[in-house]
């Protein structure tokens, strides 16, 4: 199992950026994808994901409404589209898999998979 995560970079304050997350070596269809970020000098913490089977989303309470996750389904990719961005967005996002239960809610798995990180910064 590999992934790839892919996408990060420096913006201003209320910018946009998407963030991919390239996923092989698995079947897709078993996994439940999430993503993660770690700011400096914190504790990773989980960011948002996507079911197995029903592609449901969940998100944290502070990035709800400006990100959004979704399956890439021809390519074997999950995005994350961070609109709105603020500074305490500002982390190492991580993308990480795990063998789901059919639409079994994402947000309850300790993740076994992960790729390396993408650095986003907004900062002005």
């Known amino acids: 199992v590999q992934l790839q995560a892919s996408g990060g970079g420096s913006v201003q304050p209320g910018g946009s950026l998407r963030l991919s997350c390239a996923a092989s070596g698995f079947t897709r269809d078993y996994y439940a994808i999430g993503w993660f970020r770690q700011a400096p000098g914190k504790e990773r913490e989980w960011v948002s994901c996507?079911?197995?089977?029903?592609?449901?989303?969940y998100y944290t309470d502070s990035v709800k409404g400006r990100f959004a996750m979704s399956r890439e389904n021809a390519e074997n990719t999950v995005s994350l589209q961070m609109n709105g961005l603020k500074p305490e967005d500002t982390a190492v996002y991580y993308c990480?898999?795990?063998?789901?239960?059919?639409?079994?809610?994402?947000?309850?798995?300790?993740?076994?998979?992960w790729g390396q990180g993408t650095e986003v910064t907004v900062s002005s």
């Open positions: 996507i079911n197995r089977g029903d592609d449901k989303t």
């Open positions: 990480a898999a795990v063998i789901a239960g059919y639409r079994r809610p994402c947000g309850g798995y300790e993740y076994k998979y």
